[in-house]
């Protein structure tokens, strides 16, 4: 269906409309600049506007509309017109994407007055107050507390660098992407920190007061927005994700005395960080934080602090012979993926009890002797700027490389951690990529559409292959390396020649994004996971449907394929790992323990053990026979975004949001 954003339209959302590039009922336009089709009114609630979903061919955007009532207010156009200013400067993949074009103005059929528009990136994934309503509204962690903080500190930094400021944080202008990125959305109310602002702040000048009931700190009520104001709404929101509560509860809020009573309702909260939202909660702007980096600052020490006492699996950087069980945060006595990975309760609790006897000393001997399962980890590499996408080691495991958002490849000795060269840099983030079995040919894939052919050792590009109209989520080569798969947010799968570039055929049957493609051992099944929830395998010299899988509620974010190509792995956003038997399509079982939506997947080369990652931090080891849990440990301060393993099954390398890559001992 085609939808008329002329206001004026007696039947806009008109069925009839579908196929036409004029409506039918007022004359007006239905393809907006020539190609945005509206399909559908999300919201005639948000502020200013009405807001749309509409399509750039196959690519899902969000339309923003001002309402016909605010054309006679310059200062509500001016707002509104600012939004897309802001967001067309800001360069970031927690914030929407904007063309510098994105703003319009569109001129209905025999009207005077135009439509102020704005066209923008649509986030795939719920509001922080939507997901809290999914998660049944129970309090997020400490941890991931910190991870998100992190997040949203890390976008305003770039945010006021750029002397803006937000002034409208809250829980439902915070976005969840699937990958565990926080989108900060809703830029109408953002103001530029110029000398006239600060004038009109300082006097009496007139300042557009924005409020949210219970997100808005006092000098904003009274139209003296600053900086710090972020800070205080920022404060605010993460009280009602560690709580469960509103702002405005009177549970936590008493309204006679102005008193906020929150802690009580986040017992699993350490003290540092209570006083440091506390802190970011101020009543008054100057006993918040000064700045951006201020906030970064303390987020990082906290993290440390929080990690010393408790992190007794990372030997080389925690000293753990004077941490004594009895000094660690209380929920790290009771939730076993933060404190020891024992096999029972009881077993926990008597250590837990006898190491108040013992010392922290005995209480790692008794881990030692209980646990020899731990992982230790054996090198970080932090060689890049920015969030580290992908990873893959050479066959003689001896190289490693990585790709990023900072736009490079690197290669690394995998022995030594150390940098050996960029391969390549490039002018967007590069999200996956792919090596001839030669490795001579590197292949890579991202938001521009396109498909880059880069010789390996000298970075010099050698083809690009067109044909997608969206952006390609993934990309595999065949095992003999003829052909080249790849999967895209068209809905599409595409077959490549892989010496020629030229396009073999497209595989279409998904209803959403295909975000990732597989191919088996023998090269002759092709498996796709999209975000309509299912995977479907392929004939892969054909491209025929073979047959459907469906099982999971949420996208299908990653497949692995076991070595002898029997089974198949998928990961989702429902929170849940399946395993699957690949020549029949039978759901074999379902691994339940991750919090959030989980990712990146591994299968060591003997096939016995399965790695998973999830946008809660935290990395999970199973025995692939029986679908047990054997390991869970948080490496990383971010989402987890890829995992691999040595080609002799003794090192786990991951990568992350927090632009590092880690390496580690897997248990025995």
Request: charged residues 20%.
């Amino acid at each position: 269906m085609s939808y008329c954003i002329n206001p004026r339209c007696p039947q806009p959302s008109d069925p009839g409309n579908l196929n036409n590039r004029v409506c039918r009922n007022c004359g007006s336009d239905l393809l907006l600049q020539g190609r945005y089709q509206v399909m559908r009114l999300l919201s005639d609630n948000s502020g200013f506007g009405k807001v749309y979903e509409a399509y750039n061919g196959a690519i899902p955007k969000i339309l923003k509309v001002l309402k016909p009532k605010h054309n006679d207010n310059p200062r509500v156009i001016e707002l509104f017109q600012q939004e897309a200013a802001v967001l067309s400067q800001l360069n970031h993949p927690g914030i929407p994407r904007v063309e510098p074009d994105g703003y319009f103005q569109f001129l209905p059929r025999n009207h005077d007055e135009p439509v102020h528009c704005i066209i923008m990136e649509k986030i795939d994934g719920p509001d922080l107050r939507q997901w809290m309503k999914q998660q049944g509204n129970h309090p997020i962690t400490e941890k991931q507390a910190l991870n998100w903080l992190k997040q949203i500190a890390q976008i305003l930094h770039l945010v006021h660098q750029k002397n803006y400021f937000h002034r409208d944080i809250k829980p439902t202008n915070i976005m969840l992407r699937a990958s565990g990125q926080l989108v900060l959305i809703d830029f109408g109310t953002a103001r530029e920190l110029t000398a006239t602002y600060l004038a009109d702040v300082g006097g009496s000048g007139n300042v557009t007061k924005i409020s949210s009931a219970g997100y808005t700190p006092p000098e904003q009520e009274m139209g003296h927005a600053v900086p710090q104001s972020d800070f205080y709404a920022l404060g605010r929101t993460f009280v009602y994700l560690l709580t469960g509560k509103e702002a405005i509860d009177q549970m936590i809020y008493d309204p006679l005395t102005g008193k906020f009573n929150w802690r009580k309702y986040a017992l699993d909260v350490s003290q540092r960080l209570a006083d440091f939202i506390d802190k970011l909660m101020a009543p008054a702007a100057a006993d918040r934080p000064k700045n951006t980096q201020e906030i970064l600052e303390e987020l990082a020490n906290i993290s440390q602090e929080l990690s010393q006492p408790q992190n007794l699996t990372n030997l080389d950087e925690t000293t753990t012979s004077q941490a004594s069980v009895e000094n660690l945060p209380s929920k790290s006595r009771e939730n076993p993926n933060k404190f020891i990975n024992f096999q029972g309760k009881w077993l926990l609790g008597w250590v837990v009890g006898l190491s108040v006897g013992l010392g922290g000393y005995g209480t790692w001997q008794i881990y030692q002797s209980y646990n020899p399962k731990a992982l230790s980890l054996v090198t970080t590499i932090d060689g890049h700027s920015s969030y580290v996408n992908y990873l893959l080691i050479s066959a003689d495991g001896k190289a490693l490389v990585s790709s990023s958002a900072d736009k490079k490849i690197k290669v690394w000795d995998f022995i030594s951690g150390k940098e050996i060269r960029t391969i390549l840099e490039y002018s967007i983030p590069i999200n996956y990529f792919a090596i001839s079995p030669d490795w001579e040919t590197i292949v890579t894939g991202g938001t521009n559409q396109t498909l880059k052919i880069w010789d390996f050792s000298t970075g010099k590009e050698l083809r690009t292959l067109t044909g997608h109209s969206s952006y390609v989520n993934y990309i595999t080569i065949s095992p003999d390396g003829k052909k080249l798969a790849s999967g895209s947010a068209d809905k599409t799968l595409k077959i490549w020649d892989f010496s020629t570039g030229k396009e073999l055929r497209t595989l279409t049957g998904h209803s959403s994004y295909v975000n990732y493609v597989v191919i088996s051992p023998d090269g002759q099944r092709l498996a796709s996971a999209s975000a309509d929830n299912t995977i479907k395998i392929w004939n892969f010299a054909t491209g025929k449907e073979l047959y459907t899988l469906t099982g999971h509620s949420g996208s299908v974010n990653w497949l692995a394929i076991s070595p002898d190509g029997h089974k198949l792995v998928s990961s989702s956003a429902d929170n849940t790992v399946k395993i699957w038997d690949f020549t029949t399509g039978k759901e074999v079982r379902t691994l339940s323990g991750h919090s959030s939506s989980v990712r990146p997947l591994a299968i060591s080369p003997d096939g016995k053990k399965l790695v998973s990652a999830s946008a809660d931090n935290m990395i999970k080891i199973w025995d692939f026979a029986t679908g047990k849990e054997i390991y869970t440990f948080m490496g990383h301060s971010s989402s987890v975004n890829s995992l691999a393993i040595s080609p002799d099954g003794k090192k786990l390398v991951s990568a992350s949001a927090d632009n590092t890559i880690k390496v580690w001992q897997m248990p025995k």
